[in-house]
């Protein structure tokens, strides 16, 4: 099953600029999770926000959660070619040890 | 550190063969992992709860005699693949949650040829 929904799909930008992707969920959450995973290769934890936090900061990451519309944002300023990863959001439902659902993920592109 | 251990990486088989994928909690005991699967360019969709002592909980869709999963120990959950066939080929990736988030594994690339 999968619950969060990002947008865009795909976004290509060039370096030095942002990049901004988001995502929906549809249930009741305790958490929200950014993950990175770069082409074929496992997950990397990038930031957790809780459900009564609004905003988060992680160097160049900076996170939004708004659960009364039940979305979330994630931001990379000044991005860079490494940067070039998948990016999905990961949902932890309110029911402790349940499984992280994912979202079907942004595809981000950074040229130099 | 990894704290969740996942092996092995990469396995190629032939039809009709199992493939058994193994995953690890190294640093704390896990009672329940997660397995999930996932597409070429797709998500990660999840597959079953392993609960350590009892049977797995098998997410919709997801054939359990098809992804045998056995979590023996609190450290250690096995998916076996059997009877692979080549629509198996896929991204196989495990997790445990810690006290306040989930570890992950680093997947495992199944090809079945």
């Known amino acids: 099953s999968q619950q969060g929904e990002e947008d865009p799909q795909a976004l290509s930008i060039q370096e030095g600029e942002n990049a901004t992707m988001n995502c929906s969920y549809k249930?009741?959450?305790?958490?929200l999770q950014w993950y990175r995973q770069n082409s074929g290769r496992g997950l990397v934890h990038l930031i957790l926000i809780r459900s009564n936090e609004r905003e988060k900061h992680s160097g160049r990451l900076r996170v939004t959660l708004d659960t009364s519309k039940k979305s979330s944002s994630l931001l990379i300023t000044a991005s860079r070619a490494a940067d070039t990863a998948s990016y999905f959001c990961?949902?932890?439902?309110?029911?402790?040890?349940?499984?992280?659902?994912f979202g079907k993920g942004t595809t981000l592109s950074v040229s130099s | 550190g990894a704290v969740v251990s996942q092996h092995p990486s990469r396995v190629i088989c032939k039809s009709g063969t199992s493939v058994k994928i193994e995953c690890r909690s190294l640093?704390?005991?896990?009672?329940?992992m997660f397995w999930y699967r996932q597409f070429p360019k797709k998500s990660l969709m999840l597959m079953a709860t392993s609960n350590e002592g009892s049977k797995a909980t098998y997410e919709q869709g997801v054939e359990k005699d098809k992804f045998l999963i056995n979590h023996a120990s609190l450290t250690l959950s096995t998916l076996t693949v059997t009877s692979a066939h080549p629509e198996d080929s896929s991204f196989y990736i495990c997790?445990?949650?810690?006290?306040?988030?989930?570890?992950f594994g680093q997947g495992t690339r199944l090809t079945v040829v």
């Open positions: 640093d704390f005991q896990a009672t329940t």
């Open positions: 997790s445990a949650t810690g006290l306040t988030e989930a570890f």
């Open positions: 249930t009741s959450i305790n958490n």
């Open positions: 990961a949902t932890d439902q309110s029911q402790a040890g349940t499984a992280l659902i």
